[in-house]
Protein backbone atom coordinates (compact mmCIF):
# COMPACT_ATOMS: atom_id res chain seq x y z
CA UNK A 1 0.00 0.00 0.00
CA UNK A 2 1.20 3.55 -0.80
CA UNK A 3 2.11 5.59 1.98
CA UNK A 4 -0.01 8.45 2.83
CA UNK A 5 1.60 12.21 2.19
CA UNK A 6 2.27 13.78 5.22
CA UNK A 7 0.10 17.31 5.32
CA UNK A 8 1.34 19.51 7.91
CA UNK A 9 -1.30 21.94 9.39
CA UNK A 10 -0.56 24.46 11.75
CA UNK A 11 -2.98 24.61 15.07
CA UNK A 12 -3.60 28.17 16.07
CA UNK A 13 -5.08 27.97 20.11
CA UNK A 14 -5.22 31.69 20.73
CA UNK A 15 -7.23 33.39 23.77
CA UNK A 16 -8.63 36.62 22.01
CA UNK A 17 -9.01 38.18 18.63
CA UNK A 18 -5.66 40.28 19.04
CA UNK A 19 -4.21 37.27 20.13
CA UNK A 20 -5.44 35.34 17.30
CA UNK A 21 -4.59 38.02 14.47
CA UNK A 22 -1.06 37.89 16.01
CA UNK A 23 -0.60 34.07 15.67
CA UNK A 24 -2.17 34.59 12.71
CA UNK A 25 0.01 36.46 10.92
CA UNK A 26 2.75 34.69 12.02
CA UNK A 27 1.72 31.63 9.98
CA UNK A 28 -1.18 32.40 7.36
CA UNK A 29 2.25 33.43 4.40
CA UNK A 30 3.54 30.14 4.65
CA UNK A 31 0.13 27.92 4.63
CA UNK A 32 -3.29 27.72 2.55
CA UNK A 33 -4.55 25.72 5.42
CA UNK A 34 -5.34 26.04 8.87
CA UNK A 35 -6.80 24.48 12.16
CA UNK A 36 -8.22 26.81 15.06
CA UNK A 37 -8.80 25.74 18.04
CA UNK A 38 -11.94 26.84 20.05
CA UNK A 39 -12.27 26.43 23.88
CA UNK A 40 -15.20 26.97 26.14
CA UNK A 41 -13.94 26.75 29.81
CA UNK A 42 -16.02 23.33 30.22
CA UNK A 43 -14.26 20.74 28.63
CA UNK A 44 -10.96 22.62 29.18
CA UNK A 45 -10.07 24.22 31.76
CA UNK A 46 -9.35 27.44 29.66
CA UNK A 47 -11.91 29.20 27.71
CA UNK A 48 -11.09 31.39 24.20
CA UNK A 49 -13.56 33.77 22.94
CA UNK A 50 -12.85 33.15 19.35
CA UNK A 51 -15.57 33.17 17.16
CA UNK A 52 -16.43 33.05 13.56
CA UNK A 53 -16.78 36.33 13.35
CA UNK A 54 -13.53 36.83 14.77
CA UNK A 55 -11.75 35.23 11.68
CA UNK A 56 -14.19 35.75 8.69
CA UNK A 57 -12.27 38.49 7.58
CA UNK A 58 -8.57 37.52 8.55
CA UNK A 59 -8.93 33.73 7.22
CA UNK A 60 -11.12 34.37 4.04
CA UNK A 61 -7.67 33.44 1.20
CA UNK A 62 -7.61 29.92 3.40
CA UNK A 63 -8.79 26.61 3.93
CA UNK A 64 -9.76 26.03 8.02
CA UNK A 65 -10.66 23.36 10.14
CA UNK A 66 -12.02 23.96 13.47
CA UNK A 67 -11.24 21.88 15.94
CA UNK A 68 -13.75 21.65 18.62
CA UNK A 69 -12.91 21.30 22.62
CA UNK A 70 -15.95 22.19 23.77
CA UNK A 71 -19.06 20.59 25.29
CA UNK A 72 -21.90 21.48 23.89
CA UNK A 73 -20.79 19.85 20.38
CA UNK A 74 -24.12 21.06 18.32
CA UNK A 75 -24.32 24.26 18.99
CA UNK A 76 -20.68 25.11 17.55
CA UNK A 77 -20.87 23.13 15.13
CA UNK A 78 -23.70 25.30 13.51
CA UNK A 79 -22.18 28.47 13.88
CA UNK A 80 -18.71 27.20 12.54
CA UNK A 81 -20.26 25.53 8.99
CA UNK A 82 -22.08 28.89 8.14
CA UNK A 83 -18.45 29.80 6.68
CA UNK A 84 -17.71 29.02 3.64
CA UNK A 85 -13.98 28.19 3.94
CA UNK A 86 -14.65 25.77 6.37
CA UNK A 87 -13.07 22.40 5.50
CA UNK A 88 -13.64 20.20 8.26
CA UNK A 89 -15.24 20.07 11.56
CA UNK A 90 -13.28 18.02 14.26
CA UNK A 91 -14.75 17.62 18.00
CA UNK A 92 -14.29 15.07 21.01
CA UNK A 93 -15.73 12.04 21.62
CA UNK A 94 -15.30 12.47 25.42
CA UNK A 95 -17.65 15.71 24.63
CA UNK A 96 -20.87 13.27 24.56
CA UNK A 97 -19.95 9.69 24.05
CA UNK A 98 -23.90 8.83 22.78
CA UNK A 99 -23.13 7.05 19.31
CA UNK A 100 -26.67 8.39 17.81
CA UNK A 101 -25.36 12.09 18.53
CA UNK A 102 -22.13 11.63 16.95
CA UNK A 103 -23.70 9.83 13.94
CA UNK A 104 -26.69 13.10 13.78
CA UNK A 105 -23.75 15.57 13.62
CA UNK A 106 -21.80 13.58 11.24
CA UNK A 107 -24.56 13.57 8.88
CA UNK A 108 -25.30 17.22 9.48
CA UNK A 109 -21.61 18.24 8.34
CA UNK A 110 -22.01 15.56 5.52
CA UNK A 111 -24.47 17.00 4.02
CA UNK A 112 -23.01 20.61 4.14
CA UNK A 113 -20.00 18.70 2.24
CA UNK A 114 -18.15 19.31 5.29
CA UNK A 115 -15.36 17.03 6.37
CA UNK A 116 -15.74 15.32 9.77
CA UNK A 117 -13.02 14.39 12.56
CA UNK A 118 -13.12 12.55 15.71
CA UNK A 119 -10.63 13.72 18.17
CA UNK A 120 -9.89 10.86 21.54
CA UNK A 121 -7.55 11.84 24.38
CA UNK A 122 -4.52 10.34 25.46
CA UNK A 123 -6.38 8.27 28.04
CA UNK A 124 -9.46 7.32 25.70
CA UNK A 125 -9.00 3.82 23.92
CA UNK A 126 -9.32 3.21 20.16
CA UNK A 127 -11.46 0.15 21.83
CA UNK A 128 -14.40 2.77 22.89
CA UNK A 129 -14.67 4.11 19.69
CA UNK A 130 -14.47 1.09 17.17
CA UNK A 131 -17.99 1.36 15.59
CA UNK A 132 -17.78 4.72 14.51
CA UNK A 133 -14.19 4.91 13.48
CA UNK A 134 -14.92 4.65 10.04
CA UNK A 135 -17.97 6.81 9.50
CA UNK A 136 -15.08 9.63 9.47
CA UNK A 137 -13.09 11.17 7.67
CA UNK A 138 -10.30 11.67 10.21
CA UNK A 139 -9.46 10.61 13.62
CA UNK A 140 -6.90 13.00 15.73
CA UNK A 141 -5.23 11.56 18.52
CA UNK A 142 -4.27 13.90 21.26
CA UNK A 143 -0.34 13.98 21.67
CA UNK A 144 -1.56 15.93 25.04
CA UNK A 145 -4.55 16.55 27.26
CA UNK A 146 -6.29 19.29 25.87
CA UNK A 147 -6.58 23.09 26.45
CA UNK A 148 -2.92 24.05 26.86
CA UNK A 149 -0.09 24.46 24.39
CA UNK A 150 3.50 23.87 25.61
CA UNK A 151 3.04 20.42 26.57
CA UNK A 152 4.83 17.24 26.70
CA UNK A 153 3.85 14.69 24.48
CA UNK A 154 2.74 11.97 25.77
CA UNK A 155 4.91 9.07 24.39
CA UNK A 156 1.99 6.70 25.05
CA UNK A 157 -0.42 7.23 21.56
CA UNK A 158 2.27 6.25 19.28
CA UNK A 159 0.95 2.65 20.03
CA UNK A 160 -2.84 3.86 19.01
CA UNK A 161 -1.26 5.51 15.98
CA UNK A 162 0.23 2.62 15.14
CA UNK A 163 -3.25 0.34 15.84
CA UNK A 164 -5.52 2.56 14.02
CA UNK A 165 -2.88 2.88 11.25
CA UNK A 166 -2.96 -1.36 10.80
CA UNK A 167 -6.64 -1.48 11.15
CA UNK A 168 -7.51 1.49 8.81
CA UNK A 169 -4.97 1.73 6.16
CA UNK A 170 -7.13 4.52 4.19
CA UNK A 171 -8.02 6.74 6.92
CA UNK A 172 -6.64 9.90 7.69
CA UNK A 173 -5.06 10.06 11.22
CA UNK A 174 -4.24 13.79 12.37
CA UNK A 175 -1.98 14.11 15.69
CA UNK A 176 -2.36 17.38 17.62
CA UNK A 177 -0.91 18.52 20.18
CA UNK A 178 3.03 18.63 21.21
CA UNK A 179 3.98 18.10 17.72
CA UNK A 180 7.73 19.76 16.90
CA UNK A 181 10.65 18.71 15.57
CA UNK A 182 11.37 15.96 18.30
CA UNK A 183 8.35 14.05 18.38
CA UNK A 184 7.30 14.81 14.37
CA UNK A 185 9.49 11.67 13.37
CA UNK A 186 8.28 9.23 15.21
CA UNK A 187 4.63 10.11 15.29
CA UNK A 188 4.35 9.79 11.13
CA UNK A 189 6.73 7.10 11.45
CA UNK A 190 3.86 5.18 13.61
CA UNK A 191 1.45 6.13 10.57
CA UNK A 192 0.25 9.85 11.08
CA UNK A 193 -0.44 11.63 7.44
CA UNK A 194 -1.87 14.71 9.35
CA UNK A 195 0.39 16.29 11.86
CA UNK A 196 -0.65 19.79 13.48
CA UNK A 197 2.45 22.15 15.09
CA UNK A 198 0.97 24.73 17.39
CA UNK A 199 3.67 26.63 19.92
CA UNK A 200 6.66 24.94 17.49
CA UNK A 201 5.71 27.42 14.47
CA UNK A 202 4.30 30.66 16.75
CA UNK A 203 7.62 30.08 18.88
CA UNK A 204 10.26 29.63 15.79
CA UNK A 205 12.34 32.83 14.80
CA UNK A 206 11.87 31.20 11.15
CA UNK A 207 8.72 29.60 9.88
CA UNK A 208 10.42 28.19 6.78
CA UNK A 209 13.33 27.46 9.40
CA UNK A 210 11.38 25.10 11.56
CA UNK A 211 9.29 23.59 8.83
CA UNK A 212 12.76 22.49 7.27
CA UNK A 213 13.62 20.77 10.27
CA UNK A 214 10.53 19.03 10.38
CA UNK A 215 11.21 17.43 6.70
Given at each position: ??????????????K?????????????P????????????E??????????????LL????????????????????????????K????????????????????????????????I???????????????F???Q??????????????????????????????????V??????????????????????????????S??????KL?
Open positions: MPKKKIKIIPSILSNKAEFIKHWKKISYFSYAQIDIMDGFTKQKNSITPETVRTKKHKLEIHLMVDGVSKYITRWAKLKNVKIIWHYEANKNTQRIAAINNYLKNKKIKTGLANPNTSLASIKNIISDDTIIMGVTPGKQGQKFQSKVITKIKALRYKYPNINIEDGAVNDKTFKAITKAGANIVCPGSYFQKADIKEALAK
